[in-house]
């Protein structure tokens, strides 16, 4: 059974629109990211937590917000989507005091109109 | 920042051949993963390492943090290991991963 998984795994909206993803872990792990990635492009981190209630920037945050409400679930929101937030989102976990292995989820493909 | 120099960006190999992969890395890193996103866009986990060597079938990959470096080589490849390879390595610093922008594999009959 997958360990991490994510919702909805394709979305269409359109410009000013709000979207939620959802990802959830199994894997008791402390950390969890979101990473979009872009043709020609490796994964760039737009936020990160180290557990329920925290939150850590990352390096392409602006236009997204995020939560975790408990370790096993993580949210990453566009409250006013736009085109250039089209893009291949991927949500990922790791244990002990972060810098361990990663594992992904399957990704959830974002169209904004 | 924290830099991650993937080559080559794309590469074609026959069947039954092989290459290397390598990621330069700006800072000593502390740990590099190797992934392959696959046909479907998942990420597909190859080797964590945090020193050393790896192998797995026909799959090794090399980790010198001292030298700012790491390598995967492909030997005897195969129709389906088409995709396209990232790395990502993580700093003594902090916990965030960077990524390399990745080597598109095309293996042809």
């Known amino acids: 059974e997958a360990a991490v998984t994510q919702s909805p795994r394709n979305k269409v909206t359109v410009t000013g629109g709000n979207v939620t993803l959802s990802c959830r872990q199994t894997n008791s792990h402390n950390y969890m990211y979101w990473y979009r990635q872009d043709t020609g492009h490796g994964l760039r981190l737009i936020h990160y937590?180290?557990?329920?209630?925290?939150?850590q920037i990352g390096d392409v945050p602006d236009g997204y917000k995020a939560t975790r409400t408990t370790q096993e679930d993580f949210f990453l929101l566009l409250e006013l989507a736009s085109p250039s937030q089209t893009s291949l989102y991927f949500c990922?976990?790791?244990?002990?005091?972060?810098?361990?292995?990663?594992?992904f989820g399957p990704g959830t493909r974002l169209t904004v109109l | 920042g924290d830099q991650v120099e993937q080559s080559p960006s794309a590469l074609s190999l026959h069947e039954g051949t092989g290459s290397a992969l390598r990621c330069n890395f700006t800072t000593t890193m502390r740990a590099v993963q190797w992934f392959r996103k696959n046909s479907r866009g998942s990420l597909i986990n190859l080797f964590y390492?945090?020193?050393g060597t790896k192998e797995n079938g026909r799959l090794k990959s090399a980790f010198d943090s001292k030298e700012r470096y790491s390598t995967l080589h492909i030997r005897d490849a195969q129709l389906e290991d088409s995709g396209t390879y990232f790395c990502?390595?993580?700093?003594?610093?902090?916990?965030?991963?960077?990524f390399g922008a990745g080597t598109r594999l095309k293996v042809i009959a």
């Open positions: 937590s180290y557990g329920a209630g925290n939150l």
């Open positions: 390492l945090a020193s």
């Open positions: 990922a976990s790791s244990d002990g005091t972060g810098g361990a292995e990663q594992f």
């Open positions: 990502a390595a993580v700093n003594t610093g902090n916990y965030k991963y960077v």
